[in-house]
């Protein structure tokens, strides 16, 4: 039992410390005061102070409270989900497909904004927002397509110096001189892959 009971004490004290680093984080980020938040969730400041510490736990009902006042879920606040969405649908993508909420929240203004006109109120003229989401689902719909995408995250993500030695260089890529010059060639396997599927879209038959 003693020994039980100080696995729970460990526990609970790397989710008060968790809490404490979300809450303290969420404060920063709304330029929210520690007596507001009190007041929201029905807490003193030094209660709000005690949390920011590490000191003490919040019952459910002031967590609650605080999960809602910033709008995240109870899972985030205390550090058992990366995902801040408290939008069930949100933590569901994002834990079957891995992405993270900025994403899922911008593909959904995409899906709200495409197709429409946006009027410059300081100019006086009209902007057009594209099909956004019918980009994206051109993007991966067919496994052709899915190069582009490749060829991007190979851009963004590989560490040429260390993928690529002068041995290397020298016998799979002879063209290649530099690290510089390896990322452009991702760079134009992208615009190739472009053009490939604009053409490829202005071509397909109108149902």
Do not use: C
Not at 174 to 188: A, G, H, R, T, Y
């Amino acid at each position: 039992m003693k020994i039980q009971k100080k696995n729970t004490d460990v526990e609970s004290a790397a989710v008060a410390k968790t809490l404490a680093k979300k809450i303290s984080e969420l404060l920063k980020k709304s330029k929210m005061s520690q007596a507001e938040l009190a007041k929201r969730a029905e807490v003193s400041t030094a209660t709000i102070s005690n949390w920011l510490k590490g000191e003490k736990e919040p019952r459910i009902y002031n967590l609650m409270l605080v999960a809602s006042v910033f709008d995240v879920s109870l899972d985030y606040l205390i550090g058992f989900s990366n995902i801040k969405s408290a939008n069930p649908n949100n933590k569901h993508i994002s834990e079957n497909f891995g992405f993270s909420d900025k994403t899922i929240d911008n593909v959904a203004r995409f899906k709200r904004v495409s197709g429409r006109f946006k009027v410059n109120n300081e100019e006086g003229e009209f902007h057009y927002h594209p099909d956004y989401t019918e980009a994206i689902n051109k993007l991966f719909e067919n496994e052709d397509t899915l190069d582009i995408t490749a060829n991007i995250a190979r851009f963004l993500f590989y560490d040429y110096e260390a993928w690529l030695s002068p041995v290397d260089r020298s016998v799979e890529q002879p063209e290649l001189i530099n690290v510089k010059d390896m990322s452009d060639l991702f760079l134009l396997r992208v615009q190739k892959g472009l053009y490939s599927l604009r053409e490829l879209i202005k071509n397909k038959p109108e149902k």
